[in-house]
Nanobody, 123 residues
């Protein structure tokens, strides 16, 4: 089981960026997927979850970020719009075998993790 996040970079405030997470070694259809982020000097925080039945967002990104998946391609995406300097962080994708559709927001609920991708929002 492998996850690999990509798509990070430097973007100006108000800009957009799309992160991708490629999965391999398992069938994404039966997995809940999540995005987390860790800003410098802070703990890792939950950003979004696609439970395979519904999508959920942290209040800080609601209305600006959109999580989506393409099960046929084993890909998960995080579209980020109206980016703010406080969105600067290393972003991680994570996955968990789960067919219940339950919202998962804690790191310990995800056994599979990809490496992070840096997102910097700065002018």
């Amino acid at each position: 089981v492998q996850l690999q996040a990509s798509g990070g970079g430097l973007v100006q405030p108000g800009g957009s960026l799309t992160l991708s997470c490629a999965s391999s070694g398992f069938t994404l259809d039966d997995y809940a997927v999540g995005w987390f982020r860790q800003a410098p000097g802070k703990g890792r925080e939950w950003v979004s979850c696609d439970s395979s039945r519904d999508t959920y967002y942290a209040d800080s990104v609601k209305g600006r970020f959109t999580i989506s998946r393409d099960n046929a391609k084993n890909m998960v995406y995080l579209q980020m719009n109206s980016l703010k300097p406080e969105d600067t962080a290393v972003y991680y994708c994570a996955a968990r075998y789960d067919v219940t559709g339950t919202l998962r927001i804690h790191q310990y609920e995800y056994p599979e993790w990809g490496q992070g991708t840096q997102v910097t929002v700065s002018s």
